[in-house]
């Protein structure tokens, strides 16, 4: 009864570094996306994914990027990490018209 | 303009007492769906009740019922009989156009804390 996978948890990175962070679902879901929480505020869309291939922006997607080569996994790229992405990043995922979005645990990413 | 309003930043609540978290949206679409997850201390986004634009019903979930006005555009939720494990932040969400997904937009929330 996985759901939605999130790794890593929590991860420090140095201005500069790129890294992905990595989300999976086995409930074979078309439509995935990455959010990100800044402290006291509520969450906002980077990027989304309608199914294996589509991909599209949201809200706040400078700095990052993502693909979906399989309907399970919808990795998250950052190139070149800056302070200002320092954020608490959430994936999720649900089927079109779903009364539901799942999501992961969430990762804490601090940049220093 | 935002599209989803918590006009509550915090609340306190007497246990045992229910509660109203206000949330108010903006869409010019007809078909939308309104969320309400709930957010612990610990940090995960936990499901609470959806509203879809076309219920004519108000969703009810256990303990939690949202109070769905359409032509004021607002989708409170009642918590009832609160109980200590209630305290944590509450977000009021969106989705617009039938086939979007878990494209949301959320509100800036509200941090409902329960006394004993």
């Known amino acids: 009864n996985a759901g939605v996978t999130q790794t890593p948890k929590f991860q420090v990175l140095k201005t500069g570094q790129s890294m992905t962070l990595q989300c999976a679902q086995d409930m074979n879901h078309e439509y995935m996306s990455w959010y990100r929480q800044d402290p006291g505020m509520g969450l906002r869309l980077i990027h989304y994914s309608v199914g294996a291939g589509i991909t599209d922006q949201g809200e706040v997607p400078n700095g990052y990027n993502v693909s979906r080569s399989t309907t399970e996994d919808f990795p998250l790229r950052l190139l070149s990490a800056a302070p200002s992405q320092t954020s608490v990043y959430f994936c999720?995922?649900?089927?079109?018209?779903?009364?539901?979005?799942?999501f992961g645990q969430g990762t804490r990413l601090t940049v220093v | 303009a935002q599209k989803i309003t918590q006009t509550q930043p915090g609340m306190f609540v007497q246990e045992k007492e229910a509660v109203t978290l206000d949330c108010t949206y903006d869409?010019?679409?007809?078909?939308?769906?309104l969320f309400w997850y709930k957010q612990p201390s610990s940090g995960e986004m936990i499901f609470l009740i959806y509203?879809?634009?076309?219920?004519?019903q108000n969703a009810t979930e256990g303990r939690y019922s949202l109070n769905f006005q359409k032509a004021r555009k607002s989708a409170n939720l009642v918590i009832s009989a609160s109980q200590l494990g209630d305290s944590a932040m509450y977000f009021c969400a969106m989705r617009e156009g039938l086939g979007a997904g878990n494209m949301l937009t959320f509100g800036g929330g509200t941090r409902l804390m329960v006394k004993p």
């Open positions: 999720a995922s649900s089927t079109a018209g779903g009364k539901r979005a799942f």
């Open positions: 869409t010019s679409d007809q078909s939308y769906g």
């Open positions: 509203q879809g634009s076309y219920d004519e």
